[in-house]
């Protein structure tokens, strides 16, 4: 969206941005010597915009194109063959269909009895190389998005540490902790159906491992710096003191946990040859980043003494039902993300450009402005698209529809009777297919700077020549479709800022009328809180002829600025350096002390407009899939309470590429964004 500049905002008013206190004014990874396959610095330098497979690329003669009905999905590495028949008889104490991927790096074939395992769906058996013990196989699987259809996995290896025989401080041999292992998380069907009856009734449980094998910082042995290289990619700081992991890497988890790994694109060039080590690899890293990264994204990692027995068991007892593939989990909210048109050519942007211009010649021009900053910020699955070809909205509505979100608001520019843009939802409400949509009518300058100021304009909004009562009357054959979005049954119209109309309140009194006299039960009106530095509404929202609020973010929201020092930030930066993790800390707090009345909340996945302002640009740092899943686990909370109708949150942005906020599958991210949505809606 062409919306006030952040930036702009700050220099003409005079606002004064928060300065976070943070560990990263510390020098960040790219910056020391990391001399290790994982360090950061080679990964920001070797890293490459080309669109690439992060697993054996062999894999893909064994994929399957049907998606799968299954709903829990078994992860085993093998690499002691001789163990595959004691794994074999503990998946069978599982009360649900699931399918069984088999990673195997032992050289030898292996066999599974599929008649010992009658609720196994689909069985599929991937060889792959002796490296990166059994978490770059499961890293591999997670890259090649063979576990995105699933909502909790069990997670397994032919484990046999004959290395904790030389450790006396740790209880058991390696055998006795793998018999641990599998009684503790599997064992039978009684035991399994507890399991899955507390992922079902405990929303906050994120990994599930055996008795006393959930460790803290005691455990950091030598792996702090790969762990802070790690998590440095996802702009993320390590925390000495709050290290929980599940020890053993053998535990049940929640499918989003291990489909967030694919945001930290590891490859096989990142873990070291195999040479025995018991501490100090990447390998040894994943395995507690895991647990750092659970805590992120709002999820606790316990192990099954924390299991509820007695009543607290019975009153939960049944909840495994939920994982069966026929359980049928509807959304918990009605998330609809904002919907950017400008992928498409049109004559005024041809002239005011130059002929050819879309969305994507903005995209394609960005410049990396600090290690790691990943500009161009480019698209994957939905590639380049072309909003005038057939087919593009039907794939972007199935896949936003298969994560849970309801539907898409369109930006709609509409300018003293004039549209622009105006193709993509016309087409949509003249076709046959069910996608929901509404609109916001983004009324506000459009420049040659992108900031919707007073200045460079190139078409502005001109209330004086056209009333704005007109604008009803143009968007009465959308407002009036079946498959328009309603809350109360009345069609949804937001405002971007509804104080720059003349005489606001007769306007939107006018479009009642009319909406009344169009045979609609009324309108729910919105505008979006833009806050008093942008003019914002005033008072009692009724007083303005308002229904609610609109959360858009970052409007009017906690801006944090961060610390520029020993970032490596290019000298031409003259931008804001802004705090991703503040703002959603801050709105957190808001809405559990605060519930939102008269506002419908929102959520941002990310800013960051260095595609159109390249050295002025606002930067937020500190967006990943695990903090993005937790802000909007709690803004769907929030909203909880209300009739399901009312539970409506908004996100920046569906794809806003020129802004950083993207739902859909980047190059970067894949789909760990949208995999975010979907764990916090579809339970």
């Known amino acids: 969206m062409r919306k006030i500049t952040i930036g702009g905002v700050k220099r003409r008013t005079g606002r004064v941005l928060q300065r976070v206190g943070s560990s ?12 290790f396959p994982a360090s950061f610095q080679k990964w920001a330098e070797n890293r490459s915009n080309r669109l690439k497979a992060m697993y054996p690329g062999e894999w893909k003669k064994q994929f399957i194109a049907e998606p799968p009905t299954s709903r829990v999905a078994v992860v085993v590495h093998v690499f002691y063959v001789d163990l595959v028949p004691q794994i074999v008889e503990s998946l069978s104490a599982l009360p649900v269909p699931f399918d069984l991927i088999v990673t195997n790096s032992s050289g030898e074939p292996v066999e599974i009895d599929r008649a010992a395992l009658p609720l196994a769906d689909r069985v599929q058996v ?71 009856d507390e992922f079902a009734s405990d929303p906050s449980l994120g990994i599930l491992t055996s008795a006393g094998n959930v460790v803290g910082p005691e455990f950091w042995g030598g792996d702090r710096d790969i762990v802070g290289a790690l998590l440095q990619r996802i702009q993320l700081d390590r925390d000495e003191d709050s290290l929980r992991f599940a020890a053993g890497s053998i535990y049940w988890v929640r499918a989003f946990l291990l489909q967030g790994l694919r945001s930290l694109e590891l490859t096989a060039a990142d873990f070291e040859e195999e040479a025995g080590q018991v501490d100090g690899t990447t390998a040894h890293a994943v395995e507690r980043i895991l647990g750092i990264v659970a805590r992120e994204a709002g999820y606790d990692v316990r192990d099954v003494t924390s299991l509820a027995d007695g009543d607290a068991a019975a009153a939960v007892a049944g909840g495994w039902e939920r994982f069966a593939p026929t359980f049928d989990a509807r959304p918990r909210a009605r998330v609809i993300p904002f919907y950017l048109p400008q992928f498409h050519t049109f004559p005024e942007n041809d002239e005011w450009w130059e002929k050819g211009f879309t969305e994507w010649s903005n995209v394609a021009a960005g410049t990396p402005l600090y290690p790691g900053h990943i500009q161009p910020f480019l698209p994957s699955e939905l590639g380049f698209y072309d909003l005038r070809t057939p087919g593009v909205r039907d794939a972007q509505y199935e896949l936003a529809t298969s994560m849970g979100i309801e539907g898409f608001m369109y930006y709609y520019y509409w300018f003293a009777g004039k549209k622009l843009m105006q193709m993509p939802v016309e087409e949509l409400a003249a076709g046959s297919g069910d996608q929901p949509f509404c609109i916001m009518w983004a009324n506000e300058n459009w420049t040659r700077r992108w900031d919707g100021s007073e200045q460079n304009i190139l078409i502005a909004q001109d209330y004086d020549r056209v009333s704005a009562k007109q604008f009803i009357h143009d968007v ?39 909406a009344v006299e169009a045979g609609l039960p009324g309108l729910t009106l919105l505008t979006v809180d833009v806050g008093t530095s942008m003019q914002g509404v005033e008072g009692e929202l009724a007083e303005h002829g308002l229904d609610a609020y609109l959360e858009f973010a970052p409007h009017n929201m906690f801006w944090g600025s961060l610390p520029r020092e020993n970032r490596g930030l290019d000298e031409r930066f003259q931008g804001n350096l802004l705090s991703y993790g503040a703002m959603a800390d801050h709105a957190e707090r808001r809405l559990n002390s605060e519930p939102p009345a008269h506002r419908y909340p929102g959520v941002m996945v990310n800013f960051d407009n260095t595609a159109r302002r390249q050295w002025q640009p606002d930067m937020w740092f500190g967006s990943n899939p695990y903090r993005f899943r937790r802000w909007l686990n709690t803004t769907v909370s929030s909203v909880m309470e209300r009739d399901r109708d009312e539970r409506v949150v908004f996100i920046n942005a569906w794809n806003e590429w020129a802004e950083g906020a993207v739902l859909e599958p980047s190059q970067r991210f894949g789909r760990t964004y949208l995999l975010a949505v979907r764990d916090v809606l579809i339970r």
């Open 24 to 35: 990263l004014a510390t020098p960040p990874p790219a910056l020391v010597n990391d001399d």
């Open 126 to 196: 991937f060889d792959i190389a002796n490296h990166g013990r059994d978490i770059l196989p499961l890293i591999s699987v997670v890259n090649a998005g063979l576990l995105d259809p699933y909502q909790l996995v069990f997670k397994v290896h032919t484990k046999k540490s004959v290395w904790r025989e030389a450790h006396t401080e740790l209880s058991g041999s390696g055998d006795e902790w793998r018999e641990s292992f599998f009684a503790d998380l599997a064992g039978s069907v009684a035991n399994v159906s507890r399991i899955l």
């Open 476 to 514: 009465l054959d959308l407002i009036t479709d079946a498959r328009y979005i309603r809350i109360d049954g009345k069609p949804v119209i937001a405002v971007y800022r509804i104080t720059q109309i003349p005489d606001h309140v007769e306007v939107v009194e006018y479009w009642r009328q009319v």
